[in-house]
């Protein structure tokens, strides 16, 4: 099995900081990485698909790169409004299979 | 706009087994090239993919939960659903249905096949206890 490690576990930052999260897979997974947004109480809300492609309807301050075993996750300037946990999805297809990583929680210093 | 709203007992005994129904309103289930999802979150912790379904009954699961798992689609009524047998506190958790969309890229050997979940319900606790 694949398995994904995501850092940090938690952030605090401040309203207009660039905000930086990784994912690691154990082993190559091309581009099938995908990050989710959640905030309390609320299903998770795809916001990149693909390591980099920006989900429509995304503001463009989210962003994500990356390829093969080491991916990141972007906000370029931080909004009290993305204050939620964040995870990176990695997925397979020989069998389809898919793996969340652990989140990380994203709190306003 | 297409919405998934899961439903079913919020509370089941241990050893018996869990069924939840998710309904898609609003487009149909057959349309278009989607999988079907479900996914669960224990209180305070991450995301578990549990399966996916097409509408043509072609079902994958989640190695670690596939031996109790059973996924089905009724396009009928618009609907798939989730059984879980013999059920543990383990399996206490949120459950969320999910939408899957479903490209491909390429063809023949360099064909490559891509998803996520793009579109989710707003999910409903299932608790396991006596």
């Known amino acids: 099995d694949i398995q994904m490690t995501q850092s940090p576990s938690s952030l605090s930052a401040s309203v207009g900081d660039r905000v930086t999260i990784t994912c690691q897979a154990s082993?190559?997974?091309?581009?099938?990485l995908n990050w989710y947004q959640q905030k309390p109480g609320k299903a998770p809300k795809l916001l990149i698909y693909?390591?980099?492609n920006l989900e429509t309807g995304v503001p463009s301050r989210f962003s994500g790169s990356g390829s093969g075993t080491d991916f990141t996750f972007t906000i370029s300037s931080l909004q009290p409004e993305d204050i939620a946990t964040y995870y990176c999805q990695q997925y397979d297809n020989l069998p389809p299979m898919s793996t969340f990583g652990q989140g990380t929680k994203l709190e306003i210093k | 706009q297409v919405q998934l709203q899961e439903s079913g007992p919020g509370l089941v005994k241990p050893s018996q087994t869990l069924s939840l129904t998710c309904t898609v309103s609003?487009?149909?289930?057959?349309?278009?090239?989607?999988?079907w999802s479900w996914i669960r979150q224990p209180a305070g912790k991450g995301l578990e993919w549990i399966g996916r379904?097409?509408?043509?009954?072609?079902?994958n699961y989640n190695p670690s939960l596939k031996s109790r798992v059973t996924i089905s689609v009724d396009t009928s009524k618009n609907q798939f659903s989730l059984k879980l047998s013999s059920v543990t506190a383990a399996d206490t958790a949120v459950y969320y249905c999910?939408?899957?969309?479903?490209?491909?890229?390429?063809?023949?050997?360099?064909?490559?096949?891509?998803?996520?979940?793009?579109?989710w319900g707003r999910g409903t606790l299932v608790t396991v206890s006596s």
């Open positions: 609003g487009g149909s289930i057959s349309s278009g090239s989607y999988y």
């Open positions: 379904i097409y509408t043509s009954g072609s079902t």
């Open positions: 693909d390591a980099s």
């Open positions: 082993q190559d997974i091309s581009n099938y």
């Open positions: 999910a939408r899957v969309s479903h490209f491909n890229y390429g063809s023949g050997s360099y064909l490559t096949s891509h998803w996520y979940f793009d579109l």
